[in-house]
């Protein structure tokens, strides 16, 4: 069985530019979240999908991020336009329903923000 | 204002000895606890968790002890190998937010178990 799949595993951007991260997760999890981890800091929340619908997006520093999940499937997190700060490795994680806590995270995609 | 905290950024330990990392929470709401083990390039893998409703739960070579009075939990590996070289995260949630799946985690403790 496939796992969470993060596309790209880096990405150099400069400041003011916009970057797209895809999370697949594994197939018949409805449940997607998005991490972020700064500079060896905590793993923070981003927001959280059920389906294709946002549950919780109280995590998202501000309007320049901006996240989806069409058809229920695959997630973007769109970044625009990016500042220093953003630079990071975003972790994309999903899981099933009744299982409290036990997420299977991605690889991570590496930002970094010139 | 961090809820989840993990003194030690780092701990080496000889193999076959016991390994013990600590995590402390603030958030009385935190109802489920986790630990979770990563390796470089690689993303978080669940790896033991507690219900608050009990002080300790073993799995194979794994045990995780939690003091609700203390706010307090602990991972113990026993015996260490050096396979279990990572970074071990410990992680919180509290069942009433996105049924018990946000998870508030620590900034980690690089565990290096040596020859």
């Known amino acids: 069985e496939a796992g969470v799949t993060q596309f790209p595993s880096h990405s150099v951007i400069e400041k003011g530019q916009t970057v797209t991260l895809r999370c697949d997760p594994i197939?018949?999890?409805?449940?997607l979240y998005w991490y972020r981890r700064v500079m060896g800091k905590e793993i923070k929340f981003l927001l959280h999908?059920?389906?294709?619908?946002?549950?919780?997006e109280s995590g998202m520093p501000n309007n320049r991020f901006l996240a989806e999940r069409t058809g229920g499937t695959y997630s973007t997190l769109k970044v625009q336009p990016a500042e220093l700060e953003d630079s990071g490795v975003y972790f994309c994680?999903?899981?099933?329903?009744?299982?409290?806590?036990?997420?299977?995270f991605g690889s991570g995609t590496q930002l970094s923000v010139l | 204002d961090q809820q989840v905290k993990q003194n030690s950024p780092s701990l080496s330990v000889q193999e076959g000895r016991i390994s013990i990392l600590n995590c402390d929470y603030t958030?009385?709401?935190?109802?489920?606890f986790l630990w979770y083990k990563k390796y470089p390039a690689e993303g978080p893998t669940f790896l033991i968790s507690?219900?608050?409703?009990?002080d300790k739960n073993e799995d194979g070579r794994f045990t995780v002890f939690l003091n609700k009075s203390a706010k307090h939990l602990s991972l113990h590996i026993v015996p260490s190998q050096p396979g279990d070289s990572a970074v071990y995260f410990c992680?919180?949630?509290?069942?009433?937010?996105?049924?018990?799946?946000?998870?508030?985690f620590g900034t980690g403790t690089q565990l290096k178990v040596e020859l």
């Open positions: 999908f059920v389906k294709e619908s946002k549950q919780d």
């Open positions: 994680a999903s899981s099933i329903s009744g299982r409290p806590g036990k997420l299977f």
């Open positions: 958030n009385s709401m935190f109802d489920y």
């Open positions: 507690i219900s608050s409703i009990k």
């Open positions: 992680a919180a949630s509290a069942s009433f937010t996105g049924g018990g799946n946000k998870l508030t």
């Open positions: 197939s018949g999890h409805d449940n």
